[in-house]
Structures are given as C-alpha cells and as structure tokens.
C-alpha cells in the first residue's frame, strides 16, 4: 500500500451493486485512491463480482476484498449487509459506504395508468427504503470522518413520463432521504451524507434499454448532456471518490451532478 498515492489510504469501503457498471468503476476508484478493504455486493452474477474483485487485486494485491449477494428486496437488507461486510473484511468498522444498487430496469417499469400498487411498493422499498437501511445500519459502525454516498438519478428532479414514474419517485425520495440523514448524522456521529445525481451513463445495463428504445432515444438521451454524449462510468466514480475523501467535509446534504451538465436538469 505505501507505493499508492492514496487519500483514501487504510480506509474501509462497502459499495452495493459493485459487480457491475457504476458500481463496478466506484470499487477500483477506491481502490486506486487506497481503501485497504472494499466489500462488493450483487444480485445475482457472481463471476461478474469476482472479475472486479481480481482487478482490485491487479491494484494492489493486499487489499482484503469480499463479495456477497444480497437482495434489496430484503426487509432485513441493511442489517444483513453490514453485518456481512464486517465479518468477512474481518473488521469493526467502516469508513465509506456507497448505496449504489437499486432497481433500475426500464424493461419492467410500467406506465403509470397501469402500475399496479405492488410495483409501485417494490421500487420504493428498492429505491428508497433500502438505502436507508443500509445506512442507519452502518453510521453506528463509522468513525467521525465517515462517508455515505447514495446514487441517485436526474429523474428525481425532472419529468422524463411513463414508464419512469415510480423510478423517479423512489429517486427522489431518496435524495430527501440523503439530506434528512445528513442534518441528524453530521452532528451526531461526524459522519456526511450526499446523494450523486447521475446522467445518462454508457453501462452494459443503459445500453441494453438504448437497444430496446431504439437510435432515437440513444441520440436524444446523448444530447442532454452539454457535452453531447453519454457519461462513462469511471467519471461518475472519480466523483464519488472525491466525495468519499477527506477533502470533501463540507460537502454534506447535497445532491451533487454527475451528468455531464444534463440540460434537462439544469432546466428542472
């Protein structure tokens, strides 16, 4: 490790959907930055999780790493979660906490004339309730300095229709959850909470509905941006980074743009 130039040097760091897409580019930037343990989670598609493993090891091979499958759904998920962290870093403590799994699946999503109340109910618990969850059950395992970062989406603060309705909701319910935890935790424990409003970003997962919706959405969806194209997602997690860094203390309650200047939310 001391051959790393490493604000996040001896830290600890869970990310949720770290298998993959955003989630995936957060743990090798935090990796990059000097976290000495990173816990990774996903739903279902362990080799996709291992792969991000071994390229933090590519890295630095004395990071202490683990990986786990956990279910949003889960009325238990915070508890589980950190408890599963803790134990298999073999750690009492940890310093980052990123929520950045979430049910995101425009493929699923129906219109809001015809969503049914259990789908509705699904999201919010996914979305909203989940993180949290997660959360409160980690602040009281974090040291004053610590970071909770929750990723959030430009739906919260615009009108994009059907079939984003419930999507956006959750969304902004958690921004509000964010900025709530961050009035009582700040003072509390000393630790900071933000959510990261992030564009329209080229995931494996983003690309697939640019596939089902066609060369119309993929240009519109690129043109939002000021600088016309899609996000990557190693830019979305060099800002999460930062955010986690002891560099950004007075960044606390905040919504924070990840979207390449996105018209539509400077319009919102």
């Known amino acids: 490790m001391e051959t790393i130039a490493a604000p996040l040097r001896g830290k600890c760091a869970l990310v949720t959907g770290g298998s993959r897409g955003i989630g995936a580019a957060i743990a090798i930037k935090l990796a990059e930055q000097g976290c000495s343990k990173i816990a990774i989670t996903y739903s279902s598609n362990q080799i996709k999780a291992e792969e991000v ?30 408890e599963r962290t803790l134990s298999g870093l073999k750690t009492d403590k940890i310093d980052i906490v990123i929520s950045n799994a979430a049910s995101v699946d425009i493929g699923q999503m129906s219109p809001a004339a015809s969503m049914p109340k259990p789908e509705w109910d699904a999201m919010m618990t996914q979305n909203a309730w989940s993180p949290l969850a997660l959360a409160r059950a980690a602040v009281t395992k974090m040291p004053p300095g610590g970071r909770i970062i929750m990723l959030s989406s430009g739906s919260s603060k615009v009108a994009f229709g059907d079939p984003t309705v419930a999507y ?15 009035a009582i935790w700040g003072v509390q424990y000393g630790v ?14 983003f690309k697939k509905g640019l596939e089902q919706w066609g060369e119309e959405f993929a240009k519109w969806s690129g043109e ?25 203390s007075w960044i606390v309650g905040n919504q ?3 979207n390449g200047g996105s018209l539509s939310v400077l319009q919102g």
Not at 56 to 79: H, V
């Open 53 to 82: 493993l071994a390229a933090i090891a590519q890295i630095c091979p004395e990071i202490k790493t683990c990986t786990f499958s956990a279910n949003l759904a889960d009325p238990n998920f915070g508890e589980v979660v950190i």
């Open 168 to 182: 956006a909701a959750s969304k902004a319910a958690m921004d509000s959850v964010a900025k709530n935890l961050a």
């Open 192 to 205: 900071t909470v933000n959510s990261v409003s992030v564009g329209a970003t080229a995931t494996d997962a």
């Open 224 to 248: 939002l941006s000021l600088l016309e194209r899609h996000g990557e997602a190693r830019e979305v997690a060099a800002i999460v980074a930062f955010i986690a860094s002891p560099e950004a």
């Open 256 to 258: 924070i743009p990840a």
